[in-house]
């Protein structure tokens, strides 16, 4: 991706996308009070967005309520098209580690400027973790996940840095990242639990991120630097398209 300036924002345009995403997040459907509760805004701000999506076709009122509208379906089709793509590409690399681990195992890709998006995973059957966690995004700095996109896409980096948001701590975490090609969460994320991230490249380009994460004392951090120079040989031509 093109490095992004994040100080140029337009306000409308990001009140609007928080409209459908609190909308999208709370079932597709949600009551004006709540929309304003939720998002703070004033109502007379909100009902000119409301307004405007509605005339638009990207959302539809429903007597007091407002809902996803159609429009979005077509918007979002080539986006779940390269979302089957990734997963139909890198769906053996998935596998194979989860089988490799006997772990819960994930496959993301990066997500805008601050966020990456769970795109399918293979859960161990007694995980903390008893829903997949597909649709869902996370940020990119908190985890071993994001910071492999942070790491190894410079346009990505260039961006949060712009934006203020890489301290000298993370700096020297994205370089240590870049030399060894893989990038570990010792706890940091969540308390008890220990991941791996891999980078996931198609001809060069980095497009998403093969997981593996579980509980310390079945993941500690000597057992995950042998496993990612096992996954790096063993699947080589898997993570590697």
Do not use: W
């Not at 345009?13 to 597709?28: D, K, S, T, Y």
């Not at 304003?36 to 999506?53: D, E, F, I, R, W």
């Not at 918007?75 to 006997?102: C, H, S, V, W, Y």
């Not at 004392?217 to 063993?234: C, H, N, Y």
Request: hydrophobic residues 40%; contains cysteine; neutral net charge.
């Amino acid at each position: 991706m093109a490095t992004v300036n994040e100080t140029k924002g337009i306000q409308s345009v990001e009140r609007a996308m928080a409209v459908l995403e609190v909308i999208a997040g709370a079932g597709g459907e949600l009551r004006l009070v709540d929309l304003v509760n939720a998002l703070g805004l004033h109502k007379s701000t909100l009902h000119g967005l409301l307004n405007t999506l509605c005339a638009l076709g990207y959302i539809s009122r429903r007597g007091s309520r407002y809902a996803i509208g159609l429009r979005l379906r077509d918007i979002a089709q080539p986006f779940n098209d390269a979302d089957d793509r990734l997963k139909e590409a890198f769906g053996p690399a998935l596998g194979a580690l989860a089988d490799m681990t006997g772990e819960s195992c994930y496959l993301a890709a990066p997500c805008g400027t601050r966020h990456y998006l769970y795109i399918d995973a293979v859960l161990r059957e007694n995980s903390a973790t008893s829903s997949s966690p597909r649709g869902r995004r996370e940020a990119l700095t908190t985890s071993a996940v994001g910071k492999v996109f942070l790491a190894l896409d410079g346009d990505l980096s260039r961006s949060l840095r712009k934006a203020g948001l890489l301290d000298s701590a993370l700096e020297q975490e994205l370089q240590a990242i870049t030399e060894k090609g893989y990038a570990l969460d010792l706890e940091h994320a969540e308390k008890g639990l220990n991941c791996l991230a891999l980078p996931l490249r198609k001809q060069g380009r980095l497009v998403a991120s093969l997981a593996v994460s579980g509980p310390v004392e079945r993941l500690p951090q000597d057992k995950l630097v042998t496993l990612a120079g096992r996954v790096m040989r063993e699947l080589y031509d898997m993570v590697k398209l």
